[in-house]
């Protein structure tokens, strides 16, 4: 166990549904990153909260939005799904914004049918 | 902007041998961290070892080291006496430290034959 929990494991759901993934970080860390991996890919970041603010951007789609909430459990809302969207979708922490630790949760993998 | 490569989409080796996995990488930071990550099966991100920039000694963890390479910006991983538990997909990782995230490259499957 990493320390950094992510629900559900598994999501299957159709086109055009709305999803949430869950992120609860290791305990201390303030930063929460969300990241994409799709099949046979690298991981692309997506978005960094960093207690509680937006701190950085990747490629993520107008589409997906996140917030991190005072307890610093993080949330990745997933809309107007489509099939291209299907993917693991790791949540990582780390203690500070600048830090270089991070840890990674097991991931939630979504099945877009 | 960041760049992570990996020039080696898959490497084979035999149980007990020595392999070594290549990265390169591109940042204008003077700054910066660089990680290897493994992913088995179980699709578990597992860091295996990181690099401080700044320091020029090779971080080493047990039978895992690196050779860093800065004014090339080399940083490949070196699996001495490799067991069948290694067998993974292994992620170089740039953290340019500003730019608040981790950059991976697109990864190298290792397969270690008994």
């Known amino acids: 166990d990493s320390g950094v929990t992510q629900t559900p494991k598994h999501l299957i759901t159709a086109t055009g549904q709305r999803v949430t993934l869950r992120c609860s970080p290791r305990s201390g860390d303030l930063s929460v990153y969300w990241y994409q991996q799709s099949l046979d890919q690298g991981l692309q970041f997506l978005i960094q909260?960093?207690?509680?603010?937006?701190?950085a951007k990747g490629n993520i789609l107008e589409r997906f939005s996140a917030q991190q909430f005072p307890d610093l459990h993080s949330e990745l809302n997933l809309s107007s799904l489509e099939l291209g969207d299907s993917a693991l979708y790791f949540c990582?922490?780390?203690?500070?914004?600048?830090?270089?630790?991070?840890?990674f949760g097991s991931g939630t993998r979504l099945t877009v049918v | 902007a960041q760049t992570v490569t990996q020039s080696q989409p898959e490497m084979s080796v035999q149980e007990a041998e020595t392999v070594t996995l290549s990265c390169t990488y591109d940042?204008?930071?003077?700054?910066?961290?660089l990680f290897w990550y493994k992913q088995p099966p179980s699709r578990q991100m597992i860091l295996v070892i990181r690099q401080e920039a700044y320091k020029q000694q090779n971080a080493t963890e047990n039978r895992f080291s690196v050779n860093f390479q800065k004014a090339a910006k080399s940083f490949s991983l070196k699996i001495s006496d490799s067991q069948l538990g290694d067998a993974a997909m292994y992620f170089c990782?740039?953290?340019?430290?500003?730019?608040?995230?981790?950059?991976f490259g697109t990864g190298t499957l290792l397969a270690v034959q008994p």
């Open positions: 940042t204008s930071e003077s700054d910066y961290y």
């Open positions: 909260y960093y207690n509680g603010e937006e701190r």
């Open positions: 990782a740039l953290d340019g430290g500003a730019t608040n995230k981790l950059i």
């Open positions: 990582a922490s780390s203690a500070r914004s600048y830090d270089y630790g991070y840890t």
